[in-house]
Structure formats: structure tokens, C-alpha cells
């Protein structure tokens, strides 16, 4: 129990009128309270004991490490800088008591809250403008600027990842770096994209788009030309045939449900009959201004439109009508050659926020697609390993380099993309 304070401060929790509980004021009292106390200077006397600080910082780092990860509110900054300051204020308190009576503890304990902060997010200069704008301590720039960076330091010896980062990449969660690693410079998109891939025809029946919607989970399907006419029958690499037709564009999944979803809109056939034709011959070439309306009021207001339970309610004549895709799809959208590298492949699907990214050949067949998880360290490992040996890769233990060419054999292999035979192989 703490001495009589002069100002209305901390939890009481059974203690005589005046006095304050210093445990419960840390773990009960008003978080923003407890933290300006740490951080400012103490008078008449420190608010907090050192037996008191040691306890609360070792028991929110317990409970940090418990909850991380946990689907509960309880955060990691406020956590962390409350764990900073009070081992940083108790290391203050314990200078001024054996070394040098003047020092001010709180620069200690907002020091400590900047150094746990720098150790678990591994931020620099966003961290520190957070704490000088947050505790208004401009002077303190400089010691903060240290003792951040000393964090980080630290911290990259025992692994580069923050906290976030970590769990990131614990719950498997497709987040892609700023920066492409430097593997990628030795693939291309034909490497590590998705193939065969789920196309429609500009102008599909509702019995082809249903079965292939049902067939799949995809979102993005590309959109083929009718004809493919004046193009030899050329071969590609491992002897996967193109899908017939030239790429025209790219239709969303649920483009393709509002569309069928005008079979069940309670104002009758009229936007049925506007959605579908009977055949080829009758298709409209442009689209109809209500659907696209409807299109748009449906992704505004997050409605799904057809359902999975409702694709059998389709009879064999609703079937049998055909859609016009092309008048739905977008077709400005971007693509890349199959033998683009992977890593200006990664800074286009990246910097542009692309969820689908269809790779075509020199014929504007495609060929394959590229998504989020195509750019994930396993496939690119995998794709990496077809075309070179361990040894190539890495010169020693934890040294990764860019691998150096050795003599005919391995340039031909980087030329002509012929994949490792026998056990070196992928």
C-alpha cells in the first residue's frame, strides 16, 4: 500500500480514504492514468514501488504472450508500451537510488515503452513519431531514436519478423511484401502459375456457366473469343494445350451470378429474356442497361446473387439459352506473357492490387493465371528447385546469394528452361 497521495489518483481497493493500491491501479485503474504516471516525473514521492513495477511488467508480458493470437480484444500496443514503462521506469527508479538521485525516471520508463515497441513491431520511424506526437517529449528525440533502433537490432538477431509479421504468417494469410524476394528473379510466370484454367466463351450457355461455377471455387475465369482462326497449332512447354480461342477479357464470379440470378427477380422473364437468348443468332451485342444496374446495386449493398441451392432449378431449356459474357466482362484488364519474370510480374499484380492475373503466350492463348497464393514462398521454392541445385543457391550456412552461372550447362538451363534431371531435380 502506497503512502498518502496529495491528488485524487489510483484504486483504492480497501485501502484507508487517501491512500491507493498500487497492483490494482495498474491493473484495474484507467490504463491512460497509470501510463502518464509512469511517463512524468514523480512528486513528492515515485507512484509506483519497484516491487510493484517489477510485478506488473512481468505480468502483462505473460499475459501478452497468453492472448497473442487469441480472437479477443486485447491488443499488443497498449499491452507492450505497458510493459516498457514499467520495467524502463523501474530501472529509473533504480538508478536514482544507487547511482544518481537526480535522474528522471520517467525518461526511463518511455524509453522502455519505445525499446518493447521497437523489439515486437520492429517499426523505426513510425514508431518514434508516434511517441514523440503521443508524450509531446520532443527533447527526448534523440535517446528514443537509440533506443529504438538498439530494439531492432536486438530483436533482427534472434529473426526479422515483428509480431505481426509472425502471426501473418502462423495463420497462413496471404499478405504480399512491398518488395519481391529475390528468388522470383529466377522464375518466370510460367513457372509457378495455375494451370489448366476454367475459361468461358464470349457468348456460353447457362448450363456451361453453372456446371463450371459448381465445379469450382474460383473467382475470376477468362473470356475466349469464338474462333481462333489463322493461328498454327503450335506446341508449349510440357505439352499442355492452350484452351481454344483468343483471350478477350476477364468476368468475375459474381458477375456471372447477378446474371443468373435475374431467373428468380420477381418482376417476371422480361429481365431473363433480356440476360439470355434463345441461340447464338439472337444474342444482343451490347449489354442491358438494367443489368448493369442491377450489378451495381447488388456489389453496393454486398448481395451474392444466385445461390448454390438454386442451381438446380434451372430446367433444360433455361439451360440450353445462351449468355453474352463479353458484354458483362472487363476487357482492359492486365495480363503477362508466360515467360515474364516473376518478379515484374509480382510488382504489376502488386502495386496495381490485382486479385486475378491471367498469363497468355505469344499467341494471346491463355495459358495459365496468377493469384495471391502462386506468389507464396512454398511455390516458389518448388518452381525454384526444378531448374537449380542446393549449391547453386546458397554458398554456406544462412547465406543466400544470387546464383552464378557456372560454364555451358547452367546457361543453357537458365536460357532454355530445361528443368533438373534426377535427384537434383524438383
Not at 519497484?50 to 508480458?61: D, E, F, I, Q, V
Not at 479477443?72 to 497498449?78: D, K
Not at 431473363?272 to 450489378?295: C, F, P, R
Request: glycine share 10%; aromatic share 8%.
Amino acid at each position: 500500500v502506497g503512502e498518502p497521495a496529495e491528488e485524487v489518483f489510483g484504486v483504492r481497493l480497501g485501502c484507508p480514504v487517501g491512500q491507493y493500491d498500487e497492483l490494482a491501479t495498474i491493473y484495474f485503474g484507467t490504463r491512460e492514468q497509470s501510463i502518464t504516471r509512469l511517463f512524468t516525473q514523480a512528486a513528492p514521492h515515485e507512484p509506483f514501488s519497484n516491487s510493484s513495477l517489477l510485478k506488473a511488467g512481468l505480468t502483462y508480458m505473460v499475459l501478452m504472450l497468453l492472448t497473442y493470437g487469441i480472437a479477443i480484444p486485447a491488443g499488443l500496443f497498449m499491452p507492450s508500451v505497458m510493459v516498457g514503462a514499467c520495467l524502463g521506469r523501474l530501472v529509473g527508479q533504480l538508478v536514482k537510488e544507487h547511482i544518481e538521485d537526480s535522474v528522471f525516471s520517467g525518461a526511463y520508463a518511455l524509453a522502455g515503452a519505445a525499446a518493447m515497441l521497437g523489439g515486437v513491431q520492429r517499426a523505426t520511424i513510425s514508431l518514434v513519431v508516434i511517441i514523440i506526437e503521443g508524450t509531446a517529449n520532443v527533447h527526448f528525440l534523440l535517446p528514443i531514436v537509440v533506443t529504438t533502433c538498439t530494439a531492432k537490432f536486438v530483436g533482427n538477431l534472434f529473426g526479422h519478423e515483428g509480431v505481426y509479421e509472425i502471426g501473418i504468417r502462423r495463420k497462413k494469410l496471404r499478405f504480399l511484401e512491398h518488395e519481391p524476394e529475390w528468388l522470383m528473379d529466377l522464375c518466370t510466370a510460367g513457372d509457378v502459375m495455375s494451370a489448366p484454367v476454367v475459361c468461358f466463351p464470349v457468348v456460353a450457355s447457362v448450363g456451361h456457366i453453372v456446371d463450371s461455377l459448381r465445379g469450382c471455387k474460383h473467382n475470376g475465369f477468362p473470356v475466349l473469343s469464338l474462333s481462333d482462326e489463322g493461328d498454327e497449332d503450335v506446341g508449349r512447354r510440357g505439352g499442355a494445350a492452350p484452351p481454344k480461342g483468343k483471350y478477350e477479357g476477364l468476368v468475375l464470379r459474381a458477375h456471372l451470378q447477378h446474371l443468373l440470378s435475374t431467373k428468380f427477380i420477381a418482376q417476371g422473364d422480361a429481365l431473363w429474356h433480356k440476360a439470355t437468348a434463345q441461340s447464338l443468332q439472337h444474342v444482343a451485342i451490347d449489354g442491358d442497361t438494367e443489368l448493369y444496374e442491377l450489378m451495381a446495386t447488388n456489389n453496393r449493398v454486398g448481395a451474392s446473387g444466385v445461390q448454390e441451392w438454386e442451381w438446380e432449378a434451372y430446367t433444360e431449356a433455361e439451360r440450353a439459352r445462351v449468355v453474352n459474357v463479353g458484354a458483362y466482362m472487363n476487357c482492359a484488364c492486365y495480363t503477362v506473357v508466360e515467360s515474364c519474370p516473376l518478379s515484374r510480374a509480382y510488382k504489376l499484380f502488386r502495386n496495381m492490387g490485382l486479385r486475378h492475373l491471367p498469363v497468355i503466350d505469344v499467341q494471346n492463348h491463355v495459358v495459365g493465371m496468377l493469384a495471391r497464393d502462386n506468389f507464396s514462398h512454398e511455390i516458389l521454392s518448388k518452381a525454384v528447385g526444378a531448374f537449380y541445385r542446393e549449391h547453386d543457391l546458397h554458398q554456406s550456412f544462412n547465406e543466400q546469394r544470387t546464383p552464378r552461372l557456372h560454364g555451358r550447362e547452367q546457361v543453357l538451363r537458365q536460357r532454355e528452361r530445361v528443368p533438373l534431371k534426377g535427384e537434383g531435380g524438383g
